[in-house]
C-alpha cells in the first residue's frame, strides 16, 4: 500500500508550523516541497563540486559536467525522450514555451493560425498572442464547457490546412482537469500532419506516466519545481528532427559552434538552444528530484491523489455557499472554489491563520477567470505527501472561515 506517513518523512519543510499550528500545505500547483535528498543535491553540488560545465581543464569540472549531463539522461528516460540530446534545459515552463512561440513566430504568415484552449495559464497563452501580432497570424481559442473541459467538437472546427501550431496544458492548473492530449495530437495531425503540437506539462510532470513518445506531440515543457525540483530550472523536450533547425532563442557561449567578428555558426543539439552558464547546481538536483519519484509506486502514488480529490469533492458538495469550479471527471488534486460568504482573499487569509496554505486570485488564468464570471477563486491543491485527515482540517478551516466572513 501507498505509505505516505513514509513519503512525508523525507520532505523536512512539512515538519514546520505557521501561525503555531502545524502546517497544512496545499499550494502544490503552484509549487512542491523538495524532499531531503533534493536538498542535499543542491549543497553538495555546491560544497564538493562548484564549477562551471564543458570546457574546463580540471577535476571539478568533469564531476560537474558529469553529473550535468547524468541528470539530462535521468529525464530522457523518464519522459521516454528517444535522445539525450532532446532534452533543452530552460529556467522553467514559460521560457520553453516562449522558445517555441518565438521560433515558429519566424514561420507563421497572415494565412496561418494557432490554437490554444479557453483553459490555458497565461504562460501558454501570451507567448502565442505575440507570436500572432508579430505575423499577423490568428489566434484560434477552443471553448470549455461548464464542468472544465475542452470541446473537442469546436476543437476540431478550429483545426484547418493552415493551423501551424496547438498548444494546450496537458492539465489545467486552475481547474485540475486532465485534458485528452493524445486525442487532441491525433486530432490535429489527421487534419493537418504538418501542424506542430505542443503540451503544457508544468502540472503534467509530477503526476507521472509522461511518455513524450506515446502522446504523440512534438514538444513537451516542464518546470523543475513543480515535480519536487528546485526554483529556477526546467526542460523543454522537442523532437529531435524538428529542435535541430529551430531558430536559436538567445546567443552567445556554449551554443556557438564557430564564429568570426562577421558572422557565427550554431552549435548541435542541445547546446544550441542552451545559451550561457545554465543551473548547472538546479539541473542536477531536477535529475534527483526526478530519479527520486522514479523511485516511488507511481500507481499507489496516482490512487492517492485521487482518493484526496475525491474525498475533497465529497466534503465540498456538503459546504452551504461553496461553489466548486472545475468538476471535471477527469481531474487531479486541485479544488478550485468560491464562498458565496467572502472575498477569495479573504478565505485564503483566514485559512493561513489556521496553518492552511492554498493560493488565491486568478492563478494566471485570467481569461478562465472570466469564462466563469469570476475575477478568482480560492484554490487548494493536494500532493502525494498530503492525507485525509488534512483535508478535513481545510474544510474545518473554512467553515470557520464562513463564521467570520457572515
Known amino acids: 500500500m501507498f505509505n505516505v506517513d513514509a513519503i512525508r518523512r523525507e520532505f523536512p519543510l512539512l515538519q514546520r508550523e505557521v501561525h503555531g499550528k502545524p502546517l497544512v500545505y496545499l499550494d502544490n500547483a503552484a509549487t512542491t516541497q523538495k524532499p531531503q535528498c533534493v536538498i542535499d543535491s543542491l549543497t553538495n553540488y555546491y560544497t564538493s563540486m562548484n564549477s562551471n ?22 529525464v530522457a ?8 540530446c532532446e532534452i533543452i534545459w530552460t529556467s522553467g515552463t514559460t521560457e520553453g514555451i516562449n522558445i517555441i512561440a518565438r521560433g515558429i513566430a519566424d514561420r507563421l504568415a ?10 490555458e495559464h497565461h504562460a501558454n497563452l501570451v507567448p502565442w498572442q505575440q507570436a500572432c501580432h508579430r505575423s499577423g497570424a490568428e489566434l484560434r481559442i477552443a471553448p470549455i464547457n461548464d464542468a472544465g473541459d475542452i470541446d473537442m467538437t469546436a476543437l476540431a472546427e478550429l483545426i484547418d490546412s493552415n493551423t501551424a501550431i496547438l498548444s494546450v496544458a496537458h492539465i ?14 491525433e486530432m490535429l495531425k489527421s487534419v493537418n500532419p504538418s501542424a ?15 511518455d513524450v513518445q506515446a502522446l504523440g506531440c512534438d514538444f513537451y515543457a516542464f518546470s523543475g519545481h ?17 529542435l535541430a533547425d529551430w531558430p536559436v532563442w538567445q546567443t552567445g557561449g556554449e551554443m556557438i559552434s564557430s564564429v568570426t567578428y562577421q558572422s557565427a555558426e550554431w552549435n548541435i543539439l542541445p547546446s544550441r538552444l542552451e545559451a550561457g552558464t545554465p543551473n548547472i547546481a538546479g539541473a542536477i538536483a ?10 516511488q509506486d507511481l500507481e499507489g502514488l496516482r490512487a492517492h491523489e485521487q482518493t484526496l480529490i475525491r474525498y475533497a469533492d465529497e466534503r465540498a458538495a456538503q459546504v452551504s455557499g461553496l461553489r466548486q469550479i472545475g468538476t471535471a471527471e477527469k481531474r487531479i488534486g486541485v479544488l478550485s472554489f468560491v464562498l458565496s460568504q467572502g472575498h477569495a482573499a479573504d478565505v485564503g487569509f483566514l485559512l493561513d491563520r489556521q496553518g492552511i496554505a492554498i493560493r488565491t486570485g486568478n492563478h494566471c488564468a ?12 480560492a484554490r487548494a491543491s493536494f500532493s502525494i505527501y498530503n492525507t485525509v485527515d488534512e483535508i478535513d482540517l481545510l474544510f474545518t478551516g473554512i467553515e470557520k472561515a464562513k463564521m467570520m466572513l457572515e
Open 110 to 119: 497572415p494565412r496561418h493560425n494557432v490554437v490554444v484552449s479557453a483553459m
Open 226 to 242: 513543480k515535480v519536487f525540483g528546485p526554483t529556477g530550472v526546467g526542460v523543454l523536450w522537442g523532437r529531435e528532427s524538428v
Open 77 to 84: 528516460r523518464f519522459i521516454n525522450a528517444a535522445r539525450e
Open 172 to 185: 489545467s492548473n486552475a481547474l485540475g482537469t486532465i485534458n485528452p492530449v493524445h486525442k487532441i495530437g
Open 196 to 210: 506542430l503540437f505542443m503540451i503544457d506539462g508544468a502540472q503534467g510532470i509530477a503526476h507521472g506516466d509522461v
Open 53 to 74: 560545465v564543458h570546457r574546463g581543464a580540471h577535476c571539478l569540472a568533469d564531476e560537474a559536467t558529469r553529473a550535468y549531463e547524468t541528470a539530462r539522461g535521468q
Open 286 to 295: 531536477l535529475g534527483t528530484a526526478i530519479n527520486w519519484l522514479s523511485q
Open 366 to 377: 485570467e481569461p478562465l477567470m472570466e469564462r466563469f464570471g469570476l475575477s478568482g477563486s
